[in-house]
């Protein structure tokens, strides 16, 4: 059950519900009681308290739920989701499957969710589809795993055509092929002082180690990433998996700072096409892909590849410009990485790309493999249809 209460109710009603603080005010509060066993689904109850405190109330969720069907909080307009407790998502990886998301932020504006106390915990389930079963394929020569029945699950979080929102000071873990997804023209979106962890992914494969993903950005504007751990680790500790921030076409004013990427294979870099590949769509409806004014400072990095610029599935005029890398402390892995792929075709390709005024600057610590200079000789040769304007200031050699 949840308990609503609003400071003019009458002294009954408040005696039934904890005392809201004096710095509500007038807010509306929605406390969300649990109940307190895995099996029974407490979604429908946070939706319903969602609804009744969605016009700038506060919905507090202090206890454990269990999440057996989506959570919507689309309807939380100017309102503040306070978790301090922790959201299981159920194992049901058939009931999920196809599903678009396990919390949906679809149209809302205005909207925080927060950890007050910082014991907040979104708690994906996935350790066990990590390690499914899956069918294995070696009709093209070299066997690898195909995707099985249950590779499409949902987005954990996706922000939708949304405005103004806020995610701070919560754990985030194990959550099957993505954390979080901004897309659809969002705008303002500022997501803060989260710690993301995968544990126990499988490695064996190439496709199957890279198939979960931290960030997810395309198609959005005024975005800001501050203070973000992203730690992922395979079921043997030590090969690289997942992607850390997948920087997609119609990205404009992204700023990520102070951000760590552990032992993931792919670090912070361009992805045009990476969600129109993950089923192997078309390429989008756009007459160009282009996504400007995007800067990453205060980088620790420690991935399979820290950086890289890739090109998925027929992206013809993939564009990016005023692009910054600065003040990167490498721990490990590879430097640069340049990988025009279409891998639904299962081909390499040469598509059109262009890169305008992208710098490199004051980068320290383990720089891995000596890609800097294949950015000044041989893999410039990758670009003969496009245009690379490349900058390096304080860059070791």
């Not at 995707?147 to 806020?166: C, H, K, M, N, T």
């Not at 395979?234 to 997948?246: H, I, Y």
């Not at 790309?353 to 200079?373: C, M, P, Q, S, T």
Request: glycine fraction near 8%; charge should be negative.
């Amino acid at each position: 059950m949840y308990l609503p209460s609003f400071l003019a109710l009458s002294a009954l009603v408040s005696l039934a519900i904890s005392t809201p603080s004096s710095s509500l005010h007038s807010r509306a509060t929605c406390t969300v009681t649990s109940q307190g066993f895995e099996g029974l689904d407490d979604a429908p109850l946070i939706n319903n308290a969602i609804k009744d405190c969605s016009a700038a109330g506060t919905i507090v969720l202090p206890q454990s739920y269990s999440i057996r069907s989506p959570l919507d909080l689309g309807p939380c307009q100017r309102c503040e989701i306070q978790l301090e407790g922790t959201l299981l998502i159920s194992d049901d990886w058939a009931f999920w499957n196809n599903k678009e998301a396990y919390i949906s932020v679809n149209g809302s504006r205005g909207l925080a969710l927060r950890s007050v106390t910082g014991n907040g915990v979104i708690d994906g389930h996935a350790k066990g589809w990590y390690q499914r079963s899956r069918p294995y394929d070696t009709s093209l020569g070299n066997p690898y795993y195909k995707r099985d029945a249950y590779f499409d699950q949902p987005v954990l979080i996706p922000i939708l055509g949304s405005e103004d929102i806020q995610i701070s000071n919560i754990l985030l873990k194990n959550a099957p092929r993505e954390f979080f997804r901004v897309d659809a023209m969002s705008k303002g979106i500022t997501l803060t002082d989260l710690t993301l962890l995968v544990e126990g992914h499988w490695y064996q494969d190439t496709w199957t180690r890279t198939e979960t993903t931290a960030f997810q950005l395309r198609n959005s504007s005024s975005i800001r990433l501050n203070n973000i751990t992203v730690d992922f680790r395979s079921s043997d500790n030590s090969a690289a998996v997942g992607s850390c921030v997948a920087l997609d076409w119609g990205l404009s004013d992204v700023a990520i700072n102070d951000i760590s990427c552990s032992t993931t294979y792919w670090g912070i870099v361009i992805q045009m096409g990476g969600l129109d590949i993950r089923k192997c769509l078309p390429p989008s409806p756009v007459s160009s892909q282009v996504s400007r004014d995007i800067l990453i400072s205060n980088y620790t990095a420690n991935s399979a590849w820290n950086l890289g610029f890739m090109n998925y599935d027929r992206e013809t005029n993939a564009t990016v410009i005023n692009l910054t890398y600065e003040d990167l402390n490498f721990v490990g892995g590879g430097y640069l990485q340049n990988f025009l792929y279409s891998g639904c075709e299962d081909v390499w390709q040469n598509y059109t790309e262009n890169y305008y005024n992208i710098w490199f600057k004051r980068f320290r610590g383990n720089l891995g493999d000596a890609a800097y200079a294949c950015f000044h000789h041989d893999c410039l040769g990758y670009w003969k249809k496009g245009h690379v304007d490349f900058h390096f200031e304080d860059v070791p050699p």
